[in-house]
DNA sequence: TTTGCTTATCGTCGATTTACGATTATAAAG
DNA sequence: CTTTATAATCGTAAATCGACGATAAGCAAA
């Protein structure tokens, strides 16, 4: 992007923003995934599941993190990454209060609005 | 992007991370919102609502609307927009397919991991 | 048909993203 | 201290994004 106009929006809106673009990328859904699935952090590992090159890897996982969904720690000469529970409460949270907004019901039944 | 590997990746990882990254902007979130809470389409008073030129705004419905999650129908010269129902059911259970997988309960105590 | 209003598209710009290989840290071990 | 393994960073290239003004397209009324 360029030449953003963030400041624009509400702090929840962009918050949510952030987090929604973390999750963006179907590659970082997948380490999203394999991250909640083995139950606790991965390393190389997520290299080996994943179609994509080690600096690439470390790329998404650092959006992530940067996003506040995933956390790191060095152990020894690898690193271990897990879930951000803060971060996910946030997401659920804003996820939640979006979704709570948007009525279920169809505006319009599917096809055509003809509204106003 | 470039040089895109998506097709390495689950068609609900692709279809959630599309819809997330329609979601992955202040100005497109406000929008959805806007949306909401009008209980029916807007037009040109979304221009008026958000800090954004018209081209922009127009470009942004555009994104929303290839990810399915808005509907656009001429109304004689100006165009009414909804969010879209089965965009959104498709949305609500992804999201929740995914936040269903991530623990609610901290993998590791907000602060550090120490997993492995 | 011409005018006037509304929206979409075009063209452009700089910034960002995605991806990779190559290189550089970092830490444990020998 | 040197080796070895792992992960982060750097540098690069192509594609996309975000924003805008300007232009085109659509439709209704005059």
Redesign the interface.
Known sequence: ?AIH??A???AA??R???I???????????I??LL??R???V?GELVLE???SQSTVSQHLKELKAAGLV???V?GP?V???????G??V??QL?GD??A????????P?A?????
């Open positions: 992007m106009k963030r624009e929006f509400t809106e962009q949510l923003a952030a929604a673009k973390a999750l963006g990328h179907p590659a970082r859904v997948a999203v995934r909640a699935q139950q606790a952090c390393c994943l179609p994509l956390q790191g720690e152990d690898r271990c990454y897990c879930l951000d529970a803060a996910w409460t997401a659920r996820l979006l979704l907004e948007v009525p279920v019901v169809a505006l319009a599917t055509a609005p003809s509204c106003c």
